[in-house]
C-alpha cells in the first residue's frame, strides 16, 4: 500500500468513527484523541476497521503509533510492504 492509498483508508476509517471530522483542520502530526476528542474505544474502534480493511495485524503494543495521520499512514505502508 502507499503512502496515499495508507492516508485514504485511515481518513476514510476514520471519518467512519467520527463522521463530523474534517482532515484540513488536524495537523498530520497531532494526536487524532485531542484534536478530534475521541476516546480509548473509539481508537480501539478505528484499529480493528483498519485491520479488517487491511488485513495488517496491529498489536496493542503498536497502538500508539496510530494517533497520528503521519504515524498512521507510516505504519500502514511500512506493515503492507508499500
Known amino acids: ?3 496515499d492509498e495508507a492516508r485514504a483508508v485511515f481518513f ?3 471519518g467512519n468513527i467520527a463522521p463530523e471530522w474534517d482532515p484540513a483542520e488536524i495537523d498530520p502530526g497531532e494526536d487524532i484523541r485531542e484534536a ?3 476516546d480509548s474505544m473509539d481508537v480501539l474502534n478505528l484499529v480493528i476497521a483498519l485491520h479488517k480493511r487491511t488485513g495488517i495485524d496491529i498489536p496493542e503494543s503498536d497502538y500508539a ?3 497520528t495521520i503521519d ?3 507510516a505504519y500502514l505502508s511500512a506493515k503492507s510492504g508499500g
Open 1 to 3: 500500500m502507499t503512502p
Open 12 to 14: 476514510e476509517e476514520l
Open 36 to 38: 478530534m476528542d475521541i
Open 65 to 67: 503509533k496510530l494517533i
Open 71 to 73: 504515524g498512521a499512514v
